[in-house]
């Protein structure tokens, strides 16, 4: 053997772990090749000396840092507008002080609330189904059954959510299935039942429901009318309500509780009149709250408003015409629900509500 060849030989053995590693890397760079991927190069000095070797990266903690670091943003921003007051940006972040509740889902509100703006679109009843669907069932039978459904959810202490979904659900099964007058108290009942169901914690059984009616209708008839209404629904019975809305516009809006009870009672008022369906749930939301800014002397549509309900002022106008004409006509209402919600509000705000005719 030739003194070269026995040099390869003797380094070939002291190491062969080199050559282990040569190997796999050449075949793996071919493979990636073939696959049509660029990949970057190895830094030499990391894979050469062990105290510069790169650690392991962590992909679960990736989404982590990222988190972290919006967080971050946002408590800078919160300090810099605490410590400078003359800096406040017209626009200002109602999300800041929950940055650290996991609860409150800060990271995904915006893309949230940008999700319900279009899924509001694609659940809206036909708003003029009582000219079009209905041929026994008018806009003053569907206001009494709504009053009568606000008793029956007090009755019940039954939450907000679920009478709000509840004529949600009725206005979507009047627009797709014509309904007999005989059975419209079923089907309010019927519909506060599956709203029931999917809101509340202890929901009201059927048998309940039967007796409010004063047994006018049977445990059978209920349950059958059940399956109409989700056949009609097409089971699909998440929808954003007016209420979902509500609860972001009061919170931009930065005041007091009167304008909450008031907003609050606009928007109910807004589920009596069949006229308020031209208007999305998002739209009568911001419009409730801006009649309770104006009506209560408080400050106007502000940027911040504008930015988290996407509305601006003038696109409120004609909503808020509207509730100012439901304000008004409800304080001549015949309709119990209507007559005592209204008293409520009378002594809550006495010296601050202005009676508005149109």
Partial sequence: MRPRDANAAVAQQRHPVKEQRE??????????????????????SRSSSPLGAARPRDESSAGTRHVSRRRRERRAVSDATRNHPARISPKQDIDAAHADDPHMCVDYVEDIYQHLREAERAKRPDPKYASTTQKDVNAVMRGILVDWLVEVAEEYKLSADTLYLSVGYIDRVLSVQPVARTKLQLLGVTCMLIASKYEEIYAPQVDEFCYITDNTYSREDVLLMERTVLDALEFELTQPTIKTFLRRALRAAETDAKVEFLANYLCELSLLEYDMLAFPPSVVAAASVSLALATLNHKDWSATLAHYTALESGELKECVDALRRCHGAAQKSTLSAVREKYAQVKFKCVSLIKPTTE
Wanted: aromatic share 4%; no cysteine.
């Fill in 23 to 44: 190997e796999p890397k050449q075949a793996e760079q071919w493979r990636v090749r073939l696959l049509g991927v660029v990949v970057p190069a190895m830094r030499a």
